[in-house]
């Protein structure tokens, strides 16, 4: 009998709590949160440190220390200090402030920065500025003759050729390229001369018109 009083005695007492291995405290949560603050906080600055210790060391390597070149860009000569990987286009850009060759894709994809190296055309996003040193560049501002537009500038804006205008230099200078050549070119003469050039407006017929135009000036003396 008091065996069995013993029994439910036992029953009414509260059983004690299973111990998992997964369950928190609150005092331990409170503490991991502030372990993950502080974490927090000091995370970012180790990463910046990180990354400038990474640009300080490379600033460091030989690859890029700047050099002086010169650039003859549309009849005058420029000297200007380079580092081996800056780009024609950064250089004529952000240095020269000649900004008639866009970055637009700068990827060597778009033409939009097309410039004239020597006669020839050139991306001048993925042209080294040390490879142009000493050479003719002919950007789509020294086209024009002062304020006298070229030929090929009027007939774009006569044919309305022009649109966002972001291509615009890029095909003016390789339709310069292809009539310093060819003054006759035909309507497919003049689409493999301007291939290398996009138009995301699309307006590539009024382009051929202009570049047409441009050409019948250019044997009138225009």
Same mark, same amino acid.
């Given at each position: 009998m008091a065996e069995n009083q013993e029994k439910d005695l036992n029953l009414d007492k509260p059983a004690a709590p299973e111990t998992d291995s997964l369950s928190i405290s609150r005092r331990g949560f409170l503490k991991g949160m502030g372990t993950g603050a502080v974490t927090a906080a000091v995370a970012p600055a180790v990463l910046v440190s990180r990354a400038e210790a990474q640009q300080n060391s490379i600033n460091e390597l030989p690859g890029v220390m700047e050099t002086r070149i010169q650039l003859k860009v549309n009849g005058q000569m420029h000297t200007v200090d380079v580092e081996a990987r800056t780009t024609l286009s950064a250089v004529l850009r952000d240095q020269l402030e000649i900004t008639g060759a866009k970055i637009v894709c700068d990827r060597g994809e778009c033409g939009a920065c097309t410039?004239?190296? #020597?006669?020839?055309? &050139?991306?001048?996003?993925?042209? %080294? +500025?040390? =490879? +142009? #040193? $000493?050479? =003719?560049i002919d950007t789509v501002e020294g086209i024009a003759d002062g304020d006298? %537009?070229?030929?090929?500038?009027?007939?774009?804006?006569? /044919? =309305? +050729?022009?649109? @966002? $205008?972001? @291509?615009?230099?890029?095909?003016?200078?390789?339709?310069?390229?292809?009539? #310093? /050549?060819n003054q006759s070119p035909t309507l497919d003469e003049i689409k493999r001369g301007v291939s290398g050039n996009i138009c995301?407006? $699309?307006?590539?017929?009024?382009?051929?018109? &202009?570049?047409? &135009?441009?050409?019948?000036?250019?044997?009138?003396? $225009?």
């Open positions: 410039v004239l190296v #020597d006669g020839k055309t &050139a991306y001048s996003c993925t042209m %080294l +500025a040390l =490879d +142009a #040193d $000493g050479k =003719d006298k %537009l070229h030929p090929i500038q009027e007939a774009f804006i006569e /044919k =309305d +050729a022009t649109m @966002c $205008g972001f @291509c615009t230099p890029g095909f003016i200078v390789s339709t310069k390229a292809l009539l #310093d /050549k995301r407006c $699309g307006t590539y017929p009024r382009v051929f018109e &202009a570049a047409l &135009a441009a050409a019948e000036k250019m044997r009138n003396g $225009g």
